[in-house]
């Protein structure tokens, strides 16, 4: 494991900050200011290379931190507690930064933390210790729906779970489903059939089109038209969509919200009472 324990040096700039642990390996200047300025523009701090830590405020003091240990190319970050101190605003948007870095680079990281949202919003694995022991390690939705114990159970019923689960966790597979070139009477029969009154529309290759209603789809029969005709866009959400992102969507939306993946094929609906029951 490797990892920088060393904290900020308030005499240095910072440039000179994030380039310190590359100037410790003794690595040419030119070669580590520019990574430093990589690495600063990464975290969000372009046109502060030659500000004064002192004037910093304190989510720009660990915009700092995350870039020296990135600069200094660490198989491993150990980063223990590193937002407690900030307020909750800033708090947050250095988790969203975080989340962007990580997806960037894709590194380890070691997150210590005390707060259960935060570790559920940050963790792809967690571990719960008690009395210094690791009683449980598993993913966020693992943990929440089979916790080792009821001090583990006690750490996740006071979590807020529309900020753990997402989209793909929650959603279920669509009753009623039509192909976009279907005749409206070959969607007639599979709403009969599946005792629904819409269908969700997929071309050949499951993207995604919209959702016709029974109504608009017996009246494309009478009057010849095509599913086409009567086609009603709705709102989707992809699979990693967290349920607390999609909950104003959701109260505005007349439908079911269509879940989909990257390349837009249906994946599966989201409907209220699959959402509420997050809630209770």
Known sequence: MIFQSFGLMSHRDVIGNVAYGLEVKGVPKEERLEKAKEMISMVGLDGFEHERIA???GGMKQRV???????????????????SALDPLVRKEMQFELLKIQKKLNKTIVFITHDMDEAFKLGDRIAIMQDGKIIQIATPEEMCENPANEYVRSFIDNTDKTKIFSAKNVMIN???????????????????NAQVSSAYVVDEQMHLKGIITLEDTIRAKNENLQIEDVLIEIFSVSLDTYITDLI??????????AVIDEEKQLQGILTKVNVLSLLK
Not at 175 to 185: L, R, S
């Open 55 to 57: 004037n910093l405020s």
């Open 65 to 83: 931190g995350i870039a020296r240990a990135l600069a200094n190319k660490t198989e491993i970050l150990l980063m223990d507690e590193p937002f």
């Open 174 to 192: 669509p009753n009623c489903v039509a192909k976009y070139n279907d005749f409206p009477i070959i969607a007639l029969r599979e709403m009969k």
């Open 248 to 257: 104003d969507t959701m109260t505005i939306s007349k439908y079911p919200l």
